[in-house]
């Protein structure tokens, strides 16, 4: 049966906090074993695209889910898409504008 594994970045794959910047060998190859087992790996996170470091993206990852699930893209294709309204996002960064 082909699974889906979805991982987050911060304190799964690389802990910052710790200093551990990178996605290490071992983290790697698990990773790598799972695709090889048939199984689909996602990168999950609240991060935008532009927030993640392209040295994760290279890691061959089967597609993203962006900003808490507002953008899942799979082998490089966006297949849903649901950005906040502006409106709602000037009242969460100012209340007054509304």
Known sequence: ????????????LIDVT??????T???YEAL???QNA???IFLATG???????????????DGLVLMNGAVVVIRDKVIFEEPLENSIVKNIV?????
């Open 94 to 98: 100012d209340p007054r504008l509304d």
């Open 25 to 27: 060998h071992k983290v």
């Open 47 to 61: 991060r935008p695209f532009t927030y993640i470091d392209p040295g994760l993206l290279n890691l061959g990852f």
């Open 18 to 23: 710790k200093g551990q910047t990178k996605v």
């Open 1 to 12: 049966m082909t699974k889906a594994v979805f991982c987050d970045i911060d304190g799964t």
């Open 38 to 40: 048939g199984h689909y």
């Open 32 to 34: 790598k074993a799972a």
